[in-house]
């Protein structure tokens, strides 16, 4: 199984960038799914998260700005960002908890992508 997040880049405060990641490999079903990052010299923080179904959780610095989606048919999830600022500057990760086919349930990481915000 693996997840391939797409969408980083640099951009101005005020701006916005969407994140995609998607999961591939052998999928019964994907559970949990949501958008973590790291700034330099911080520790990872939970930036959304979606259930397959159920309420959707937002960090407190983000709420009203971003917006956490998914498609279940294409093994996504997504993550617009509006009204970016200097301080949402970090690596973005995507996670997703995963029913294998060999009915093994596994925590799995995207790589990354960075997501730069100038001021």
């Known amino acids: 199984v693996q997840l391939q997040a797409f969408g980083g880049g640099l951009v101005q405060a005020g701006g916005f960038l969407r994140l995609s990641c998607a999961a591939s490999?052998?999928?019964?079903?994907?559970?949990?799914m949501g958008w973590y990052r790291q700034a330099p010299g911080k520790q990872r923080e939970l930036v959304a998260t979606?259930?397959?179904?159920?309420?959707?959780n937002y960090a407190d610095s983000v709420k009203g700005r971003f917006t956490i989606s998914r498609d279940n048919a294409k093994n996504t999830v997504y993550l617009q960002m509006n009204s970016l600022k200097p301080e949402d500057t970090a690596v973005y990760y995507c996670?997703?908890?995963?029913?294998?086919?060999?009915?093994?349930?596994?925590?799995?990481w995207g790589k990354g992508t960075l997501v730069t915000v100038s001021s």
């Open positions: 996670n997703a908890d995963i029913l294998t086919s060999n009915f093994v349930g596994v925590n799995s």
């Open positions: 490999g052998r999928i019964v079903v994907i559970n949990a």
């Open positions: 979606i259930p397959r179904s159920g309420s959707i």
